[in-house]
């Protein structure tokens, strides 16, 4: 599967973004999705994932209260919903698919990845 997000912006603390990533191929439905993130000179860190279905999903604690992941498996794509923006959440973000039945935080679990959209958290 290729992956293409796209969202990415510049936006004053508190605002709000909405990422997309949009997935190729029929099997959209068959892969847990995720979103990571990647802070200039930071590892590469797990932000959300969902379920196939949509019915379950897993969050870091930074991120909890604030973003929501959801999908559309009729459009095969994966959304994050980010709400209420702090500096400390400038990052590259990347979608990424799992074709493990169990949602994980684990970069290694994960076997597709997108090629990132830059968020900026700044006044």
């Known amino acids: 599967v290729q992956l293409q997000a796209s969202g990415g912006g510049l936006v004053q603390p508190g605002g709000s973004l909405r990422l997309s990533c949009a997935a190729s191929?029929?099997?959209?439905?068959?892969?847990?999705m995720a979103w990571f993130r990647q802070a200039p000179g930071k590892e590469r860190e797990f932000v959300a994932a969902?379920?196939?279905?949509?019915?379950?999903?897993y969050y870091v604690d930074s991120v909890k209260g604030r973003f929501t992941i959801s999908r559309d498996n009729a459009k095969n794509t994966v959304y994050l919903q980010m709400n209420s923006l702090k500096p400390e959440d400038t990052a590259v973000y990347y979608c990424a698919a799992s074709v493990r039945v169990v949602l994980s935080s684990q970069r290694e679990t994960y076997d597709y990845w997108g090629q990132g959209t830059q968020v900026t958290v700044s006044s």
């Open positions: 191929g029929r099997t959209f439905s068959t892969y847990i």
């Open positions: 969902i379920s196939r279905t949509g019915g379950s999903t």
